[in-house]
Nanobody, 120 residues
Framework: QVQLVESGGGLVQPGGSLRLSCAAS????????MGWYRQAPGKQRELVAA???????NYALSVKGRFTISRDNAKNTVYLQMNSLIPEDTAVYYC??????????????WGQGTQVTVSS
């Protein structure tokens, strides 16, 4: 069916940068929106950023001005450029996509998650 594969996570020092990628594959007919969520230890999963097929974006207040979400529609890939990272950004980041497949109707899909650790 649909698979979302994240990459780009890792360990970075405060003030550093990372770029996350999420590629969707499978019997995809349409991708309406893609986004990134994160979950830190002891906290609920929260929306970090999202982007629609039309290019509209939405950011959590905590990352606004530091993170940038973008999308390559031809590659069914969404990116999250993370700059000026702080320890509070440490979390598992999950890719999410609103997809209609050739077989099924519109629904959400999730990636397996990629760890981002900001520490000196």
């Amino acid at each position: 069916q649909v698979q979302l594969v994240e990459s780009g996570g890792g360990l970075v020092q405060p003030g550093g940068s990372l770029r996350l990628s999420c590629a969707a594959s499978g019997s995809i007919r349409s991708i309406y929106a893609m986004g990134w969520y994160r979950q830190a230890p002891g906290k609920q999963r929260e929306l970090v950023a999202a982007i629609t097929s039309a290019g509209s974006t939405n950011y959590a207040l905590s990352v606004k001005g530091r993170f940038t979400i973008s999308r390559d529609n031809a590659k069914n890939t969404v990116y999250l450029q993370m700059n000026s990272l702080i320890p509070e950004d440490t979390a598992v980041y999950y890719c999410n996509a609103d997809i209609r497949t050739i077989i099924d109707g519109r629904r959400d899909y999730w990636g397996q998650g990629t760890q981002v650790t900001v520490s000196s």
